[in-house]
């Protein structure tokens, strides 16, 4: 199995910055895409930013310009690096990675615990 742990999220004011960290680990085969969702109280999860293996980026309008995801794929480690944080980006974060834990070609997608991120205006 894989396992994604969260860590970065906090409290911060209008206009601040946090980075969220997630790292993969356990039985990892391949990792293809990985990504940032965020679920805010009463709301639906939606997609905050995804990053393919080979770099390609894609990005909820809502964060465009403001937001930028990377990864480490010797870390299998992916990054979400949030500036000019509005009260709006308030939500729990959740870490996504679509992954094989062998030489079967099964992907699955795995999620992390989530991290709370609470922007005060």
Known sequence: Q???VESGGGLVQAGGSLR????ASGTIFSINAMGWYRQAPGKQRELVATIG?????NYA???KGRFTISRD????TVYLQMNS???EDTAVYYCNADARTSWVPRWTDYWG???????SS
């Not at 969220?20 to 790292?23: I, K, N, V």
């Not at 615990?113 to 922007?119: H, I, S």
């Open 2 to 4: 894989v396992q994604l």
């Open 20 to 23: 969220l960290s997630c790292a």
């Open 53 to 57: 293996s080979g770099g390609n980026t």
């Open 61 to 63: 309008d809502s964060v």
């Open 73 to 76: 794929n010797a870390k299998n």
């Open 85 to 87: 944080l509005k009260p």
């Open 113 to 119: 615990q989530g991290t709370q991120v609470t922007v």
